[in-house]
């Protein structure tokens, strides 16, 4: 497990400095943390205490191990017009565990490396997901109250564009919401919390935002097709909702080639 900054301090230029060497960040990657999330044994459950998708925060242990999750077992289906308190009207409107798998899954595929590990998993008798825990973390809107600086800029922009680009590809309504953005001692950016994205739409939240790019995003997006996603995704989104990520891909990709012929690739691609 990587053992580092577990506290935030603050000094004279409000950058971080070291506290206790605590655990963070993510104690298992990959196919690791996904069969860790699918097969360790629950040990304790708690209100996570935040959000109105009533969340828990399990324990888990593998006999090796023991980790924190994330549960979230919400599936609803708004028809009609719902609006939302923190902006935006929306026709057939969801907020689903699904989505929140489906995210993980559609990150991998581009290769944003953004979302935790989320895997779905059935306990006593009930489906949701369960995403694991970012150790020693905080909010972005933390960050920002904190007025804490970000040690290397040119890399926090990066990820912070690269954030705005899988929010769009997967039209999070939530998009604007700063506790979904959170981040570890080391300022790695983890975006979390998309049961309220894939709605059908095709169009692009807030397109002005994208700006930059991401070489290799770019190339992970022209790789993505109908049976692809179907294989990959189809378990928890359906049909139109697959169809509306690889329409908003495609206007990604045109945006991405307009502003590349507009201002040029140094200006646009990274």
Not at 20 to 31: I, K, M, Q, R, T
Request: proline share 4%.
């Amino acid at each position: 497990m990587v053992r580092a900054l577990a506290v935030f301090l603050l000094v004279g230029s409000g950058s971080a400095v070291a506290a206790a060497e605590e655990p963070y960040g993510l104690p298992l990657s990959g196919e690791a943390a996904e069969t860790f999330l699918r097969t360790a044994r629950l040990v304790s459950r708690r209100p996570l205490g935040r959000g109105i998708t009533h969340s828990e925060q399990y324990t888990l242990d593998d006999g090796t191990r023991t980790c924190k999750a994330v549960r979230k077992t919400i599936d609803t289906f708004k028809r009609g017009v719902t609006s939302l308190e923190g902006g935006g009207v929306y026709v057939d409107f969801t907020d689903s565990w699904k989505n929140e798998v489906a995210a993980y899954e559609l990150d991998k595929l581009i290769g944003t490396g953004l979302v935790p590990p989320t895997v779905e998993r059935t306990f006593s008798g009930t489906k949701g997901s369960l995403q694991l825990w970012v150790e020693g973390a905080m909010t972005e809107a933390e960050r920002i109250r904190k007025k804490l600086t970000p040690p290397d800029p040119h890399a926090w922009n990066e990820r912070m564009y690269a954030v705005r680009l899988l929010h769009r590809l997967a039209f999070d309504t939530d998009y604007r919401n700063l506790t979904n953005l959170i981040l570890d001692p080391s300022f790695r950016v983890y975006a979390i919390d998309f049961s309220r994205a894939f709605l059908h739409y095709n169009d692009l939240l807030a397109e002005k935002e994208l700006t930059r790019f991401s070489r290799s995003a770019l190339e992970g997006l022209r790789a993505l097709d109908r049976p692809l996603l179907d294989a990959k995704l189809g378990r928890w989104l359906n049909g139109p909702q697959i169809e509306g990520v690889l329409k908003r891909r495609d206007k990604i990709l045109a945006l991405a080639a307009r502003r590349v012929q507009e201002q040029g690739e140094g200006a646009v691609l990274y």
